[in-house]
């Protein structure tokens, strides 16, 4: 039994707390550091991994393309991947002059970096479930042997970087199942890859998993594999085992059942003290707990494990029994900050309730204070929720957190619909930001969906000025009994009328309409993007939206029927109350196998797509680290409808990605709601020039030098020129215009200009 240190707050003091591991390990003999490679990510110089380095910094070393001449910038080249359906976002890698994306229907292709000219393509021959952020990047001392990594379909694949070949050597004819030997029966889950490429440290590919936070949902278990053979290296138990740390935070035999926990967005490698450091998301269910009462190690924790061995090291919870989908899982940030008079290594974490968080690398410890607060009780039957929660008291938020009558977005054109949203804030429950769902309405902001998501957060290393994207976006929620699946009488489209009001009216609405441009309508959907793209998404996810793991094959061709022909379903008003009502003997038992207390998402949106509070809805945000004061924060990006009507500095609205800061004095970074990228001053948020595409940016850029010329390269959607209301993704099908949007934009000097430096 291993023991190791972590800190904890009790009476409001720092203590040392002891414990035991909750990580299963193996050492493995095979040590192949790749010096090539990691000489190379210490550089920033080129593009080797997901967020430019291991540490995830989201910076450049580049200077070529400067404040002064980014003005010049210039399209070069555009690789179009095509209407891969619901998911995008993808980093580009760039190694040796090849750049490595995804293409149409998915296929993994190797691009002559100043051309875009493919070099080869592998076929994954099935488009549906890849993790479409991006791949990961291998090479062995020697260079002999340089692998491409990447998740399709929840197994991990590798194929020879400089062919395109499967890898036959590697697991099982070149894949290893990510389903296995997590406890759960491996056909029942829907989706365990994470959509956010691993990391490769020494002979290691380690990695997350993007469970969903749903019932049913798997748990979000951390591992690591050999690059060589795919063989299991260690695993940390995110909800622990009966023995291990943290067991006693949940009721016995949680692990059995409550899924998530899990590692879905970035993660941090420290290499020269070969740790690893994990931000973790919220437990089943996002928003009920009765039947996982306690403080739930290790959600929302920063957690650092020995990236060797996967042993525990410290951790750091930032929100106690999760009812508000407060995950973490912006990268955490590596820096050297000046404190107190001397150097100190810390991490970074920003979350999405808007609150920064700075540790001690080494031992978690807080670099200024945080303070356990009481917070509101819940009234749900049931559920017991944490009476405190931390809150950093030095460092200000990026994020508003509150949604007051004041606060109604002007925007919205019927004054009416402006009045409505007032009265529903003033009926909200809202008593600060960790008030409780309840079987009432109850305010959340900044929103499950707002603060900082995957790849918000980027450094500057040489001023150590931590930048955050963010976005505003409040939540209503409102639980209610979720009913239980029964036998449906009548056709095809009534038994899916059925499954889609027990399981998708909360966020979509009884009338399929949505909550564009958050939330996607339903109506025509069939005929907009087909069957085969809507059973992948209720399958496995679409970000926001989860999988659906209690769902089976029957259900989904039920509810395909029903959005097919909505007319045709038919059932009598009685019947279907008595379908949607809980049986009386699960709504008077508690915790597993009873009440399951469920709501949608509750995105604030008004009826023609524009958010409910006020702009500027997302925002870039510097903050001193130095000091733990915010230099300056700008609207992000803009809304081209109201943009033309002279009204700007709105903030994007639902920019997905983030930023990477240059040694040539910029930030560059996407937004979609516009169809730019905006190229800022790192020192003071003024911009310096935007470039405009035919698709909508989405994701981390890619900076790269070859051949003595610097490049930026970009993911973008289908969707361009967002107007308010427009569907958040792509609505065509392969071979239609919106097939040359989407895809990888790449900017450079003019190759005159370039020659002069």
């Not at 062995?140 to 340089?146: A, C, G």
């Amino acid at each position: 039994m291993m023991q190791r240190i972590s800190w904890k707050m009790q009476a409001g003091t720092w203590v040392l707390v002891v414990g035991a591991a909750a990580a299963l390990y193996v050492r493995h003999p095979l040590q192949t550091v790749d010096a090539a490679t990691a000489a190379t990510r210490a550089s920033n110089v080129s593009w080797t991994t997901y967020g430019g380095s291991n540490s995830d910094d989201q910076y450049s070393a580049l200077k070529q393309i400067n404040r002064t001449n980014a003005k010049d910038l210039k399209q070069v080249w555009f690789y179009p991947a095509g209407n891969n359906g619901f998911r995008y976002g993808s980093n580009p890698l760039v190694i040796d002059g090849v750049m490595y994306v995804y293409g149409k229907n998915n296929t993994v292709v190797a691009l002559d970096a100043t051309t875009g000219k493919e070099i080869w393509t592998y076929d994954t021959h099935n488009p549906r479930l890849i993790s479409h952020r991006g791949m990961t990047y291998w090479e062995s001392r020697d260079r002999s042997d340089r692998r491409i990594l990447f998740s399709m379909n929840n197994f991990l694949h590798a194929i020879d970087a400089r062919t395109g070949k499967d890898i036959q050597s590697f697991g099982k004819d070149g894949a290893v199942d990510l389903r296995q030997g997590l406890g759960r029966e491996p056909s029942t889950m829907r989706q365990i890859q994470s959509n956010t490429p691993g990391r490769v440290f020494e002979n290691l590919y380690i990695t997350g998993a993007a469970t969903g936070e749903e019932y049913e949902s798997p748990p979000g278990d951390l591992r690591a594999f050999d690059v060589v053979t795919g063989k299991l290296v260690w695993q940390f138990h995110t909800i622990p085992h009966p023995g291990e740390m943290g067991y006693d935070t949940w009721p016995k035999d949680a692990y059995k059942y409550v899924g998530g926990t899990n590692n879905w967005g970035e993660f941090s490698i420290d290499e020269k003290r070969g740790i690893v450091y994990f931000p973790l998301g919220s437990p089943t269910y996002d928003f009920y707990g009765a039947d996982r009462h306690g403080m739930n190690l290790f959600s929302d924790c920063l957690l650092a494990l020995d990236a060797r061995t996967g042993k525990y090291i410290w951790h750091f919870q930032t929100t106690h029994h999760d009812l508000w989908d407060y995950d973490l899982m912006t990268g955490p940030k590596l820096m050297t900050i000046k404190h107190d008079g001397k150097m100190v290594d810390v991490v970074v974490q920003a979350g999405k309730n808007g609150f920064v968080y700075v540790f001690d690398r080494t031992n978690g410890k807080p670099i200024w204070p945080i303070e356990e607060r009481p917070v509101p009780k819940s009234d749900v039957p049931g559920e017991q929720s944490w009476p405190t929660q931390p809150f950093p008291i030095h460092i200000p938020p990026f994020a508003r957190q509150k949604f007051t009558p004041d606060m109604v977005n002007p925007y919205i054109s019927d004054p009416k619909e402006r009045e409505e949203i007032r009265e529903q804030i003033k009926a909200a429950r809202q008593e600060g930001i960790f008030t409780p769902p309840s079987l009432a309405t109850t305010m959340e902001t900044p929103g499950n969906n707002g603060g900082a998501n995957w790849g918000s957060a980027s450094i500057d290393p040489a001023t150590n000025t931590y930048y955050v994207v963010s976005k505003d976006a409040p939540s209503l929620l409102h639980l209610a009994p979720k009913p239980p699946k029964r036998e449906i009488p009548g056709s095809p489209e009534t038994k899916g009328m059925v499954v889609y009001l027990q399981n998708c009216q909360t966020c979509h609405g009884a009338d399929r309409k949505g909550q564009p441009p958050a939330i996607p309508s339903l109506q025509g959907v069939m005929d907009r993007v087909g069957g085969d793209r809507v059973r992948n998404a209720v399958q496995n996810g679409m970000a926001p939206m989860p999988a659906f793991p209690d769902l089976d094959n029957a259900d989904i061709d039920h509810l395909l029927a029903y959005l097919k022909s909505p007319e045709k379903a038919n059932l009598p008003a009685d019947v279907l109350a008595r379908i949607m009502a809980p049986p009386k003997e699960a709504a008077e038992k508690l915790g597993p196998g009873g009440t399951r207390y469920w709501t949608g998402y509750g995105y604030m949106n008004s009826k023609e797509g524009l958010s409910a509070i006020s702009p500027p809805w997302s925002t870039l945000t510097a903050y001193d680290m130095n000091k733990g004061e915010i230099k300056w924060q700008i609207p992000l990006g803009e809304v081209t409808e109201l943009a033309e009507k002279g009204i700007r500095n709105t903030g994007s609205y639902w920019p997905r990605g983030g930023a990477v800061v240059t040694a040539g004095g910029l930030i560059i970074v996407g937004t979609r709601s516009d169809s730019k990228i905006h190229i800022y001053d790192k020192d003071t948020g003024k911009q310096i020039t935007e470039l405009k595409v035919a698709g909508g940016p989405e994701g981390i850029p890619t900076l790269y030098e070859v051949n003595g010329r610097q490049y930026i390269a970009m993911s973008a959607r289908a969707n361009s020129d967002r107007r308010v209301g427009d569907q958040p993704t792509a609505n065509a099908k392969s071979g239609d215009p919106a097939d040359q949007k989407q895809g990888y934009y790449v900017f450079a000097l003019p190759e005159r200009d370039v020659a002069k430096k």
